[in-house]
């Protein structure tokens, strides 16, 4: 090559990296989207069992809430693939985080992290790689024991490690009879969470004419409080009576489901007071991300 060749070539600009477009409800259509959204967003440490579709090698993957490090991935000594849905990096669709992150851990030698820098650029999502088939169940942990092939955690060192990360988990327990309720113990106060798969301001809406009727408590002793928003869903919040345990909310929640279900399905314009209700009820709001 020549010089002024070279020349050329060494000035040529590098091609503009590709985006991944926004997605404001990136896990909008795969079995367990609520789960989803909440393990990313307020549960310290679960997993759930997929399988990748047969053009990506039917193979089965562990999602889990987090990694040490915050990594994106591992491959596990044992040949278990685990990827994390809360990560340091975020481009405008998180299914699409995912699905690289998994894709990219497949080809991984056991025993070795994902430690990639930088966004993905457009590509298969989720939706595209999982396959939706399979049952989605989720399980709640008490340690991030999930971290580590069986037997791995006899050596001191790891042990230790693994208990001192442990010990900032939140007692969280997902709630039988609902999908995606999840009962959380902060000090000395109980908490329920309960990621709603219906349109943000539906859900909203329905809520204030439950609250401007005085309704919107799941039993006497809990109090509607406000809500989260993230990944285009929104995450009502109750603080429940003092003392309160998982498997008490169980019954008053699946109640409670069917008042809210009747306020869904109500159509009518809002009230003065629900209005009102429902102000109070943004202005509360929190949007995670």
Do not use: N
Request: aromatic share 4%; hydrophobic share 40%; with cysteine.
């Amino acid at each position: 090559m020549g010089k002024k060749s070279r020349k050329k070539s060494e000035g040529a600009p590098k091609p503009k990296r590709q985006e991944v477009p926004y997605v404001e409800r990136p896990f909008e259509g795969l079995p367990g989207e609520t789960d989803l959204v909440a393990l990313r967003e307020v549960v310290p440490a679960a997993t759930v069992t997929v399988r990748t579709t047969e053009e990506h090698g039917a193979r089965e993957v562990q999602l889990v809430t987090l990694l040490p490090d915050t990594l994106p991935a591992l491959h596990r000594e044992d040949g278990t693939v685990l990827v994390a849905l809360q990560t340091a990096q975020h481009s405008g669709d998180a299914s699409r985080d995912v699905a690289a992150a998994l894709l990219d851990a497949l080809d991984l030698e056991p025993g070795t992290p994902l430690t990639r820098a930088g966004l993905p650029e457009p590509g298969p999502r989720l939706q595209d790689v999982l396959d939706t088939t399979v049952p989605f169940e989720v399980t709640v942990h008490d340690t991030f024991d999930y971290w580590l092939a069986p037997g791995s955690a006899e050596d001191p060192d790891v042990a230790h490690a693994l208990e001192h990360a442990s010990e900032e988990i939140v007692p969280t327990v997902k709630i039988d009879g609902v999908e995606s309720a999840y009962w959380v113990r902060m000090g000395a106060r109980e908490f329920l969470r309960w990621a709603r798969p219906e349109d943000q301001e539906r859900v909203l809406d329905a809520i204030a004419r439950l609250h401007a009727d005085r309704a919107s408590a799941i039993d006497d002793g809990s109090k509607f409080i406000g809500a989260f928003r993230a990944c285009g869903i929104l995450i009502p919040v109750w603080e429940l009576a003092p003392g309160t345990e998982a498997e008490e909310i169980a019954g008053p929640l699946q109640a409670f489901e069917k008042k809210l279900e009747e306020a869904l399905a109500t159509d009518a314009p809002l009230t003065a007071d629900e209005r009102r209700a429902r102000a109070g009820i943004v202005s509360r709001q929190v949007s995670l991300r």
